[in-house]
């Protein structure tokens, strides 16, 4: 059975760092392209950021470039994201994903693309 679970989620001033962390369970995801989203109360689910299942590419969502950054440890089946300068609107529920399909040429940031998730994290951000 394929788990992921997140970690590393809290309560943060703003400016400061959180680090999430998602490590998966059940099958290996080397191939696969891991993503991580973010959910807004009564919105969608929006991609924050993803990376290649090679690593050679990364995806970020323009309102957390050059604050966040993905990265993923195939050895140990994991993804992380670090966040700096965290700001209040960055408050939601962090969920990791993997996509479905393997070795996907590019980044997919819908959420269709994506079949196995963690149970996410929530992520708040005081001013």
């Not at 966040?83 to 479905?100: G, I």
């Amino acid at each position: 059975q394929v788990q992921l679970v997140e970690s590393g989620g809290g309560l943060v001033q703003a400016g400061g760092s959180l680090r999430l962390s998602c490590v998966a369970s059940g099958r290996t995801f080397s191939e696969y392209a891991m993503g991580w989203f973010r959910q807004f109360p009564g919105q969608e689910r929006e991609c924050v950021a993803a990376i290649k299942w090679s690593g050679s590419s990364t995806y970020y969502t323009d309102s957390v470039k050059g604050r966040f950054a993905i990265s993923r440890d195939n050895a140990k089946n994991a993804v992380y994201l670090q966040m700096n300068s965290l700001k209040p609107e960055d408050t939601a529920v962090y969920y990791c994903a993997v996509d479905r399909l393997r070795r996907r040429t590019t980044i997919d940031i819908t959420p269709g693309a994506y079949n196995y998730w963690g149970q996410g994290t929530r992520v708040t951000v005081s001013s």
